[in-house]
């Protein structure tokens, strides 16, 4: 589209003169960070983020925006594929969704085929050939970027607090993020100011992924004292032993496996060091926003803040010792729920706040419509073959109207090992209630077999938020179990807004 209106701009200057150039678009991605934020928790946080939480002021804010499945890779491939995991078959972090689920059109990609320049750096795609082939290089008119020493603050300890001499030495990798996303703003300023070509620029940040490692001036802003211990430290009554995973990933640690760790059920981490964990999570989340805070600040200095489309979500969310659980991999709500963020210039200024369920294959059509490209169809049932279409739905409607109408449930889903045996548990999340049945998964054909069952979860977000009762067989809830279970099998389609 903005070859046509470079096109008619050479040709009629005097028209164009004043017309606005076409939206940029800056998609921030951070990495295992959990909604604990004000804009979405409120005084219920103690984190303080005030680059986001201007950022929020001025956005579109979906309080309750779910995963379709709480792992890096298979969250991120739904996310930038707009597809769910039974549709791009990445339940994993080593499958190709080209080579898996179909050769579908990324974010990127499609504002690359739409004219944009779209640029890279850090952390999007899952990393590596497996997952992505390294960064899905169709995807970018650029070349995509890496910080060079990344590996240099790998540490073996869970969390880690780097000086200042230390870190002037050898910046962190998502320092060098940041640095490398001012440069490429100033690269790309002109041109998109002047309407020659717009941009995406795509900034993916590694932390507060484990291990947690921040500048140590952050842990001033968490003093010891103020870090509270998750008052559920103990499985669900009556959770059915499928929900759970021994978060080996935290484990491997030394410092944790020193402690003679299991990540059984209802056995957890030691309280000094659970302490110690949540407050390097926050003070690592204060770290990424300082960062993000310097790349919005440049969006503003260049001029370009009243015409770049803003995202930020993190890419699932994060445990930390409710239920005694850590880490991903679970359908807990902990676990799928995640920040949601759109600024879209003109539109979203005074800030707008939505309850409504939203799920993160949401994003690309939303994406797509805020910056006025060609609006994404409904995919079809099989479209393995279908190189662009969404199996999500544009949420701008809610900027007019944050309290109309909308989906009736979110669903999450994840793969896990039973007895030996493959099973998924899917779930479902409605305003009232999550919902997830954990079934047999025949990996040879993709398909689920209902009627072999695991185990089986209702937890009542009116009266149990923290999902710390399990009433699956509470015969009070009868009813409702048929009503869920009839929504989650029957899935997606029939909860569209
Ligand atoms: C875990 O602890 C909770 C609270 O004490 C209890 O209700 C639940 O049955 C326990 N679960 C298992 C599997 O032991
Ligand atoms: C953005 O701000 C600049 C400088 O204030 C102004 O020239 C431009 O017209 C504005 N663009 C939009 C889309 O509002
Ligand atoms: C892809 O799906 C859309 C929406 O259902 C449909 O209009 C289009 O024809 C499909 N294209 C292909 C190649 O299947």
Redesign the pocket.
């Known amino acids: 589209m903005w070859i046509w209106a470079l096109l008619i701009a050479t040709i009629f200057p005097s028209i164009t003169q004043?017309a606005?150039?076409q939206k940029n678009v800056l998609f921030l991605v951070v990495d295992d960070l959990r909604p604990e934020l004000s804009a979405f928790k409120g005084d219920q946080t103690i984190v303080i983020s005030p680059n986001i939480d201007q950022l929020a002021a001025k956005s579109l804010v979906l309080k309750s925006a779910y995963v379709q499945q709480s792992i890096c890779g298979p969250s991120r491939t739904s996310l930038l594929t707009g597809r769910r995991p039974d549709t791009t078959l990445v339940y994993d972090l080593n499958t190709y969704w080209r080579t898996a689920g179909g050769d579908f059109t990324t974010i990127p990609q499609y504002f690359k085929e739409n004219g944009y320049r779209t640029a890279g750096l850090g952390k999007l795609f899952h990393p590596g050939y497996e997952a992505s082939r390294n960064d899905d290089p169709i995807s970018w008119t650029d070349a995509y970027y890496h910080p060079p020493d990344k590996k240099f603050w790998a540490t073996d300890e869970s969390w880690k607090a780097v000086t200042e001499a230390e870190y002037q030495a050898n910046p962190l990798p998502d320092t060098q993020i940041a640095d490398e996303a001012i440069s490429r703003l100033n690269d790309m300023v002109s041109d998109a100011l002047d309407g020659t070509q717009p941009f995406f620029l795509s900034v993916g940040f590694h932390k507060p992924h484990l291990p947690f490692v921040f500048p140590e001036e952050y842990l001033d802003w968490y003093p010891e004292s103020d870090i509270k211990l998750p008052d559920n430290p103990y499985a669900p009554v009556d959770m059915p032993d499928a929900a759970w995973s021994v978060y080996g990933e935290l484990i491997a640690y030394t410092d944790i496996n020193n402690l003679l760790v299991t990540g059984d059920i209802n056995t957890t981490i030691p309280d000094s060091k659970t302490i110690e964990l949540r407050r390097a999570y926050y003070a690592t989340i204060s770290y990424i926003d300082g960062e993000i805070g310097r790349i919005l600040e440049e969006l503003e200095y260049l001029?370009l803040?009243?015409?770049t489309i803003v995202s930020f979500f993190g890419d699932h969310g994060f445990s930390l010792g409710e239920h005694g659980e850590w880490c991903k991999k679970t359908n807990f709500e902990d676990a799928v729920h995640a920040p949601m963020m759109l600024h879209v210039?003109?539109e979203t200024d005074g800030g707008i706040v939505s309850e409504k369920l939203i799920e993160f294959v949401d994003i690309f059509p939303s994406l797509v419509d805020a910056a006025g490209l060609p609006s994404l169809e409904l995919c079809p049932e099989d479209s393995s073959n279908n190189a662009t279409c969404t199996e999500g739905s544009s949420f701008l409607p809610l900027i007019d109207d944050p309290d109309r109408t909308w989906k009736s449930g979110a669903f999450s889903q994840v793969q896990v090992r039973i007895n030996g045996k493959n099973a998924m548990g899917y779930t479902i999340r409605t305003e009232d209630f999550r919902y997830t049945e954990w079934v047999r998964f025949n990996t040879k054909t993709n398909t689920m077999n209902w009627k072999q069952v695991y185990g089986v979860e209702l937890y009542d977000h009116r009266i149990d938020p923290k999902e710390n009762v399990n009433r699956a067989t509470d015969s009070n809830y009868d009813t409702d179990i048929v009503t869920l279970s009839t929504m989650l099998h029957q899935g997606w389609r029939y909860s569209q807004p």
Do not use: A, F, K
């Open positions: 004043g606005e150039p001029g803040s009243n015409n210039p003109g």
